[in-house]
């Protein structure tokens, strides 16, 4: 393996220094990754680390609660929920004698860098710690405690903090650990109560946790097409009894068998008294009669094991806390770890936790426009997103645009392709369009399996996952005469894409052929959806974190069967063509020893070197590896040779077992990220083709043309922001050999997965987040987390 960067160790060395984690205040699933993380990194670079257990309680009452750790002591820890060294509310800590005690205690054992996992709460008081530090060394020194010496070694600590909280209320980072983790939980079980919703003709009301902050209840409103939902940031209008009721009757006039109501244990009227699920089930039931039923989640929502995506923000920020800690100097504030698209960020920890108290100041003050304004542009699209595809209008409110928009799948099936298409449908219904549905890919096309599709059409279709429009991978070279004449006998002005690698082809081929057929010569819109995330112009794809979760589910059930049967090495081959996407976001979201990819190329020695690195982990308390392998990776290295090579050099001390992951990774439920990006990155493509439709329509000739090379564009997520980038453009940075981009962001996590798996590396410090200020209210970005 690559051996340690000089400059790295020059610029970042831990030597002489310790480390302290601890968790605080509500527990959140990845903070386990999250303390995993720094341990790990703060061994890597030479620091000593110490685990401080029950939070501040234990760092006030010292002795056993602040022990130094090992590499092996955070084994196996990353897959499990909640907090394994321990949370504790103190109010001991909030008095100065309590604080006093808990300086003694750090300096008894050398620490002066803190990392805190919590809330806004616990790194307030982290905060206030640091400020009083050398009052209290002064205060030792004068009681005997401590000698002058000690105090004059130790004249500063530094605080770097983590956001532990599954409401995701803390401004600054667009998402905090926990908050994804509690979304699966909430879909989960949403998607079971669907079922028996449905079989009943029951209405449900769904009481989710968040009792300052509605992030939870809208993104899981969003994520299952909820009837109705109740946030504190947004209370409903005057009336809202009546309009609510209106629309509940409304669905069952339309046959629709399920109503969903979500209700955020914080939600409340515009004269801030509190509106509860049990007040919305009686109103239900006075006014309509309906069976309705209330399900309260409360602490489900915290546990379960994390989520893979929670599992790699934690692991990242863990990383880059201690990178803040050994960068700090005595005049550097004390900051906190923020994720911003799918950057890491440092921010000043007191301008976050202010801009948090803001919004609650605005909702205590009836300011719920502020509020929401506040919450961030993330937050505030979801909350227009929501409203837009819940709330139908009349036909007689409805602008009529007489433009006719078709959508289709293209390409292998990924969860989250529906919640796509239902986000597109509504959208474009409400903008005034007319919606078509194309069946199997652009081979339906050419078919004419073309529909007008409906409002209700779509309902229920979040949740399901494959494609229900049906899919194929045919691209439309060979069909471009009868998809020509397919458009203009449906009077078709637009056109949208959803799929992966050969939707993109596909959208080329198409926008090549314009020359020939003027009936192509419309605004047409790709959204990147493909497990193998492997679409240029994108750093997201759609489908491609429900696969990941699979990949991650699977691994953990593999790890277990594992530890019955001691030394035991698992070979994983997980899909992605020549895209090592998912074995290396896996391979870090399971701790995966190795994965093997396409992009970095490895030979027979690297081979032998992980072996070796095996070898030696058996030797230590930590019995079992995992070994992920991209599909393509390596035409000659295959999973069999790889298996094989592995049972040889490790006989004796370890045996194998190899897993095909397979089309698994395909199907199931969409996840939330998934079924958000999947909405909102379509409603954002409909409004685009909209503006373009106005923009290049002849009144003279009564039609839309469009041939200028912006109106072929493929709409994606890159770092902060959604982009739309014609097609053209892009076929620069595309390799079209291997169906991948020429550069990839994800290839910057690399490192880190071998650093958390002990391996030496090199780790490019310039990628990490420097200091930043808050200039903006959290998650400006155009779609957010999810």
């Known amino acids: 393996m690559a051996q340690p960067d000089k400059k790295f160790f020059e610029n970042l060395s831990g030597t002489g220094k310790a480390i302290a984690v601890l968790t605080s205040g509500g527990d959140a699933q990845g903070m386990n ?24 309680q234990g760092m006030v009452d010292g002795g056993h609660n602040i022990i130094e750790v090992s590499w092996e002591s955070v084994s196996s820890i990353l897959q499990v929920g909640g907090t394994v060294i321990g949370s504790a509310r103190c109010k001991a800590f909030r008095s100065h004698e309590g604080r006093l005690q808990a300086a003694y205690n750090l300096i008894k054992c050398g620490i002066t860098n803190l990392c805190v996992i919590g809330g806004d709460g616990s790194l307030t008081g982290a905060n206030l710690f640091r400020e009083e530090w050398s009052g209290l060394l002064e205060e030792l020194v004068k009681g005997g405690k401590i000698e002058r010496g000690t105090a004059q070694k130790y004249t500063h600590i530094n605080i770097v903090g983590m956001v532990g909280s599954i409401d995701n209320d803390f401004c600054g980072t667009d998402m905090t650990i926990g908050t994804d983790s509690a979304l699966h939980r909430i879909i989960e079980v949403v998607d079971a109560i669907m079922t028996t919703a ?29 009837d109705w939902v109740f946030i504190p940031e947004c209370p409903p209008q005057e009336g ?44 239900v039931v006075s006014c309509l009669g309906f069976d309705t039923r209330v399900t309260i989640l409360g602490h489900v929502q915290r546990g379960g094991t994390p989520s893979a995506f929670d599992r790699i923000l934690a692991s990242r920020m863990g990383v880059e806390a201690v990178l803040a800690l050994l960068e700090a100097t005595p005049d550097t504030p004390a900051c906190v770890v923020s994720l911003c698209g799918n950057q890491a960020v440092r921010l000043p920890l007191m301008e976050c936790v202010q801009m948090t108290q803001e919004v609650q100041k605005a909702m205590d003050e009836r300011r719920f426009e502020d509020a929401v304004r506040l919450r961030g542009r993330s937050f505030e699209n979801n909350l227009n997103t929501y409203k837009l595809l819940s709330h139908k209008k009349s036909v007689s409110e409805l602008p009529k645009s007489n433009f006719n928009v078709a959508v289709l799948n293209v390409g292998a099936p990924a969860a989250g392709m529906n919640g796509a298409v239902r986000s597109a449908v509504r959208v474009g219904i409400t903008e005034g369009h007319k919606m078509f549905a194309v069946n199997d890919g652009f081979e339906g096309f050419a078919k004419g399996q073309i529909k007008e599709i409906q409002w209700g059409d779509v309902g229920g279709w979040t949740g399901q996952g494959g494609s229900l429009l049906g899919t194929k991978r045919t ?54 959806a493909t497990v193998s995330n492997n679409v240029p112009g994108s750093d997201f794809s759609i489908g491609a974190d429900t696969a990941l979760n699979t990949i991650t589910d699977t691994c953990d059930r593999i790890k277990l069967s594992a530890s019955g049967t001691k030394r035991r ?187 958390l798996a002990k391996y030496k590396t090199s780790y490019d410090v310039s990628d990490s987040g420097q200091l930043e200020h808050v200039r903006r209210p959290r998650g400006q970005t155009d779609t957010g987390p999810i």
Not at 42 to 52: E, F, P, T
Not at 669 to 675: E, G, K, V
Request: charged share 25%.
């Open 33 to 56: 990754a999250a303390v995993r993380a720094v341990v790990r990194m703060g061994i890597y670079v030479g620091a000593k680390v110490y685990l401080v257990h029950e939070g501040y």
């Open 198 to 226: 449905q079989s009943h003709q029951r209405t449900f009301v769904l009481e989710v946790m968040g009792r300052h902050c509605g992030y939870l209840a809208l993104v899981s409103a969003l994520a299952c097409g909820a």
């Open 240 to 283: 809202w009894e009546d309009q609510m009721c209106t629309k509940l009757s409304e669905n069952r006039a339309q046959k629709k068998r399920l109503n969903i109501i979500i209700v955020s244990e914080g939600a409340i009227d515009t004269h801030n008294n509190p509106i509860t699920s049990e007040k919305v089930k009686d109103l």
């Open 475 to 528: 691209l439309p070279a060979k069909y471009l005469k009868q998809i020509a004449d397919q458009i203009r006998t449906h009077n078709i002005s637009a056109l949208l894409i959803i799929g992966g690698f050969e939707a993109y082809l596909g959208l080329l081929e198409l926008s090549v052929a314009r020359e020939k057929y003027q009936e192509l010569c419309i605004p047409m819109v790709m959204v990147p």
């Open 569 to 755: 090495v698992f070979i994983i081959e997980t899909m992605g063509g020549f895209c090592g996407y998912l074995a290396n976001m896996g391979a870090l979201a399971s701790g995966a020893d190795a994965a093997y990819v396409f992009e970095e190329p490895f030979d027979i020695r690297d081979l032998q070197a992980n072996v070796e690195h095996l070898t030696e982990k058996m030797k230590t308390g930590i019995q079992r590896g995992l070994v992920l392998r991209n599909e393509n990776c390596n035409e000659n290295y295959t999973t069999d040779f790889i298996y094989q090579l592995y049972s040889e050099e490790g006989k004796g001390v370890f045996d194998c077992r190899k897993n095909v992951l397979g089309h698994m990774q395909q199907g199931g439920a969409p996840s939330p990220f998934d079924r958000n990006f999947g909405t909102k990155i379509s409603a954002k493509a409909i409004q685009w083709i909209s503006r373009k439709l106005k923009e290049n329509y002849r009144q003279d000739e009564g039609r839309v043309f469009a041939n200028a090379e912006d109106t072929v564009c493929l709409l994606g997520m890159h770092r902060r922001n959604l982009h739309f980038q014609p097609v053209v453009q892009l076929k620069a940075e595309t390799d079209f050999e291997h169906r991948i981009p020429k550069e990839q962001w994800w290839l910057k996590m690399r490192p880190l997965m071998k650093i």
